[in-house]
């Protein structure tokens, strides 16, 4: 694998992550009593991010590499549903997150008032955002599987 | 230094952190509540140790998420990423982390966490240690089920006895 | 604050557009090869032009729905929250169901 296939691959993988990290810091600060608003609007914000530049650097090792060279050693070996199973689902899935997580970020920051003051409507972001935390751990576990099926 | 041996030792790091931190807490914890209250610089220092703890476990996922990046490079393949052992550790690395959540939203309570978190660092270091183990996933994580049980009601018990004393 | 609020709306109501033109277009591209082969030839890639269209999608369905957007409450926007969690597990659902259900056939 070349460098610049190995950079696409690491970011892909730390910017997926920083995102999940974000989300959850997001989770926290909103659980509490008062939410503190800056660090909400920060952390949805740097989601977003994050998960934007995922999807591209995993968008250009996928388009560029993945097809070609792993998506055929996973085929070949005994574990071939890694990839017609979890990488089909994961790349699909993966396309909700960057909309999602603007969603949240507008919410939060045009919905500062209501977050403070509505409790229901503050439970109905928590849900919103446990969900988005979920199908990023959900596309995370599907990786390291998808890593793993991939052998010499 | 290259980079497997830098994130090998932040790992170790991280894994000493945890261990010791959680070690501690509950060897304070079991002293301070004898007389049945925390005055407020037994819970400073309960809050250190809880800190540490924290740390170590920040450490460890960065740490682990980086070595299973230089483990796809190196193309390892299952046996090494679906072993029993390996996925076993990960599944308590998981553990950790859902308790630590659920103790900041106080969704579970107080010593039952602590006891589940302290079980959990010591099997992820001996599942980390443990090279050999040749047993199946199930059995691995039943066992760590049983540990976990048994570390719980281990220190219900030792507290139990040192608050009698004291009130005797 | 209506503004926000209705721009808060649009936004809710382009997200559910697009998490089920994602699952829609998904299943589609498996289901008719025609059609990925469509995608590969007009973006270069079908998750390329899977990824632009939900794009357009959600922008052109968030901007449409804020400009015609009634004006709502804090309380209808919980709602709306709701049902587009509930639309995303449920779309999540039904994406991996169906490659689990393709694979085993």
Known sequence: ?152 | ?168 | MDKELKMIQGVITGSMLVVIFIAVVTIASEVSPLFKDWLKITFGHHWVGKSILASIVFVLGSTISTLIARETTIEEIGKRINLLTYLVVLCSVAIGGFFIFEASI
Not at chain 1, 11 to 35: M, Q, R, V
């Open chain 1, 1 to 152: 694998m070349s460098d610049t296939l190995i950079f696409y691959l690491v970011l892909h993988i730390i910017l997926g992550s920083a995102g999940i990290i974000f989300l959850t810091a997001y989770l926290l600060s909103l659980s509490k009593k008062e939410p503190d608003s800056k660090s909400l609007k920060s952390s949805s914000f740097l989601a977003v991010l994050s998960f934007i530049g995922s999807w591209i650097f995993g968008g250009l090792y996928y388009t560029s590499y993945y097809g070609k060279v792993v998506k055929p050693i996973i085929l070949k070996g005994q574990y071939s549903w890694v990839h017609t199973i979890l990488m089909e689902t994961k790349e699909h899935l993966f396309l909700f997150l960057p909309f999602l997580t603007i969603a949240l970020f507008v919410i939060t920051a045009l919905g500062k008032k209501g977050l403070e003051k509505n409790e229901n409507l503050k439970k109905s972001v928590l849900r919103f955002a446990f969900i988005i935390v979920g199908l990023g751990i959900t596309a995370a576990l599907a990786g390291y599987m998808i890593s793993g099926a991939v052998t010499k």
């Open chain 2, 1 to 168: 230094m290259d980079w497997y041996t830098f994130l090998r030792i932040s790992h170790i790091l991280g894994t000493v952190l945890g261990v010791g931190g959680s070690t501690f807490a509950e060897i304070f914890y079991t002293k301070y509540q004898k007389d049945k209250k925390i005055d407020p610089f037994e819970h400073d220092v309960l809050k250190v140790c809880i800190s540490v703890i924290r740390i170590g476990l920040v450490i460890i996922t960065f740490s682990g998420l980086g070595i299973l990046v230089l483990w796809r490079l190196k193309m390892l393949g299952p046996d090494v990423f679906y072993s029993p052992r390996f996925l076993a550790k990960i599944s308590v690395v998981f553990v950790l982390l859902f308790i630590a959540l659920l103790t900041n939203f106080r969704l579970i309570n107080l010593k039952l966490g602590s006891a589940i978190s302290t079980a959990s660092w010591y099997a992820a270091m001996i599942l980390g240690i443990w090279r050999g183990l040749n047993l199946s996933y199930f059995l691995i994580m039943l066992f760590y089920v049983v540990f976990s049980a048994l570390t719980y009601f281990f220190l219900e018990y030792i507290r139990n006895r040192t608050t009698k004393k004291v009130n005797e």
